[in-house]
C-alpha cells in the first residue's frame, strides 16, 4: 500500500496509518512515499516493511554506514545530524509532557562525534563478525562500524586470529588508545602478537594476557576501569556531564552517589565537597573506585558494595545531595520513597531512558525541575541522555 511516513516514533521507525492503524516502518523517514507491506499485525498497532520508496523524503540523506538499514543500530543515520538533535529534543519534551505533565524547553547539547564509542560488544557464529539485527539473533556481518573508536575498527579485522569460532567479544579503547578486550567463548583461543596498543586479553573474564583494567581519563582525572565495571562511552559528553555536574552541584555538602560505577561522578565534585557516599553492584567497579580516589588525592569519598535498595538505608549521615545515574530501569520504589525521606536539598539525575526519567520525577513530589539539559550522549541512534537538576521548594 502508498503512504507518506507523517513522524518518528521515539525508535526513529517512520510513522504512517493504513486503515487507520498507526503503522512503525523501519528504514524510513519523515515525508517518504512509501509501498508498505504490514510483516507484523498486533492489537493496536502494525510493523511495516517499505517494499518500493515511490518518492525519497527531501530530509533524507546518504548514510554514511553501509550495514545501517540492516543492523538498526543507527536509526538517524539516514537525516542530517540537526534534524536527529531536533527529534531528540523533541522526544524528551514529548514524554515528560506525557508521563509526567512536565512542560519544559531543552537545549541538547552535541559535539557530532562520529568514532565515540569507546566500547562495543561484537558477536561471532561460525568464524562470522557482526551485529545482531535488532530484536533478533540474525548476525549481521560487519568489519568497520563507523560510530565505534578507530582502533576499535582495528581490532574487529584481527578478530579472527584468535580463533574464535562462536562468543562475543567486549573490545574498549581508553583515552590514550589502549584496548582492554574479553572473549566471552568456549572455544580454545590463540594469543597472538598486534601491532595495537593492547593492554590486555580476556577470556570469560580470566586474563589470558596483560592486565584485567585500563586507565581513563575524563578532565584532569583518571580512572581504573575493569573489564567489566561501567564507563560512559562517549568521552568528551562525559566530560561535559563533568562539568555540567560541577557547575550545578551545591557546594560543602554531604553527597550521595548512587550507581556511582568506577565513582566517576562523585570523584568529579569530591573536592568541593564534605563526604561522597557511593554505592554501586559491581564488585569490581566499587574497588576501582576506591583506588580511584587515592589516584585522584581524593580522601573523602566512601563506597559500599550492594544494590541501591539494599545498601541506601545504611547511609546514617544526613545527605544534602543525591546523584542518580541508575540503569534504564530508573529507580526502584523502595530507593525512592527512601529519598524522599532523606529529602536532600538537591538531586542530580542522569538518566539514558527519559520514560523512566519521567516516571520517577513523578515520585519527588517536594522537587521542582531548576534546570534540565538533553545530551547526545549517542550520536546516530535514537538514544539521548538527560541531566536533571532537582531542587527542595
Ligand atoms: C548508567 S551506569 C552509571 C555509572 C556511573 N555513575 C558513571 O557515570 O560512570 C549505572 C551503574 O549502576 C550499576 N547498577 C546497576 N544496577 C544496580 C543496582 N541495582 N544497584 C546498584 N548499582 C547498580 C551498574 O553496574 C553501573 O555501574
Redesign the pocket.
Known amino acids: 500500500m502508498e503512504v507518506l511516513i507523517e513522524r518518528l516514533n521515539d525508535q526513529g521507525l517512520g510513522i504512517c496509518y493504513i486503515n487507520n492503524i498507526i503503522t512503525f516502518v523501519p528504514n524510513t523517514v519523515i515525508g517518504d512515499l512509501v509501498d508498505v507491506e504490514v510483516i507484523e499485525k498486533y492489537k493496536k498497532y502494525n510493523i511495516g516493511k517499505v517494499i518500493k520508496y515511490i518518492k525519497k523524503s527531501i530530509n533524507r540523506i546518504e548514510s554514511i554506514c553501509p550495514y545501517s538499514t540492516l543492523c538498526g543500530g543507527c536509526a538517524l543515520l539516514n537525516i542530517n545530524y540537526d534534524m536527529g538533535l531536533e527529534f531528540k529534543k523533541n522526544k524528551v519534551k514529548n514524554i515528560l509532557k506525557k508521563f509526567s505533565n512536565i512542560d519544559i524547553d531543552l537545549d541538547i547539547i552535541s559535539f557530532n562525534n562520529i568514532n565515540y564509542r569507546n566500547k562495543i560488544t561484537i558477536h561471532v557464529k561460525d568464524r562470522k563478525i557482526g551485529y545482531y539485527q535488532d530484536k533478533t539473533n540474525n548476525l549481521v556481518e560487519i568489519n568497520n562500524c563507523i560510530i565505534a573508536n578507530r582502533e576499535i575498527n582495528k581490532f574487529i579485522k584481527e578478530i579472527n586470529n584468535y580463533n574464535i569460532i562462536n562468543g562475543e567479544v567486549v573490545i574498549r579503547c581508553n583515552y590514550n588508545n589502549e584496548l582492554l578486550i574479553n572473549f566471552i567463548t568456549n572455544d580454545k583461543l590463540t594469543i597472538v602478537k598486534s601491532n595495537l596498543k593492547i593492554v590486555g586479553i580476556l577470556q570469560n573474564g580470566k586474563v589470558l594476557f596483560g592486565e584485567d583494567n585500563f586507565i581513563e581519563k575524563i578532565n584532569n582525572l583518571y580512572f581504573k576501569v575493569s573489564y567489566n565495571?561501567?564507563?560512559?562511552i562517549n568521552r568528551d559528553i562525559?566530560a561535559y556531564l563533568f562539568n555540567f555536574i560541577k557547575e550545578n552541584t551545591l557546594k560543602n555538602k554531604n553527597v550521595l552517589?548512587?550507581?556511582?560505577?568506577?565513582g566517576?561522578?562523585g570523584l568529579n565534585i569530591a573536592k568541593e565537597e564534605n563526604n561522597v557516599y557511593g554505592?554501586?553492584?559491581?564488585r569490581n567497579?566499587v574497588e576501582n573506585a576506591i583506588i580511584n580516589s587515592k589516584i585522584n588525592n581524593i580522601n573523602n569519598t566512601y563506597y559500599l558494595c550492594?544494590?541501591?535498595?539494599d545498601c541506601i538505608d545504611k547511609i546514617k549521615n544526613s545527605i544534602e545531595v543525591i546523584i542518580i545515574?541508575?540503569?534504564r530501569s530508573g529507580l526502584d520504589n523502595k530507593s525512592i520513597s527512601v529519598i524522599n525521606k532523606m529529602l536532600p536539598e538537591q538531586v542530580i539525575y542522569?538518566s539514558?531512558n527519559p520514560i523512566t526519567l519521567a516516571r520517577d520525577l513523578n515520585s519527588f513530589k517536594d522537587y521542582k525541575i531548576d534546570k534540565i539539559v538533553a545530551l547526545d550522549m549517542f550520536p546516530n541512534t535514537y538514544h539521548v541522555e538527560c541531566v536533571c537538576v532537582l531542587k527542595l521548594y
Open positions: 565495571s561501567f564507563f560512559q562525559t552517589d548512587l550507581y556511582c560505577g568506577v566517576t561522578l554505592i554501586e553492584i559491581v567497579a550492594g544494590e541501591v535498595k545515574d541508575p540503569p542522569v539514558c
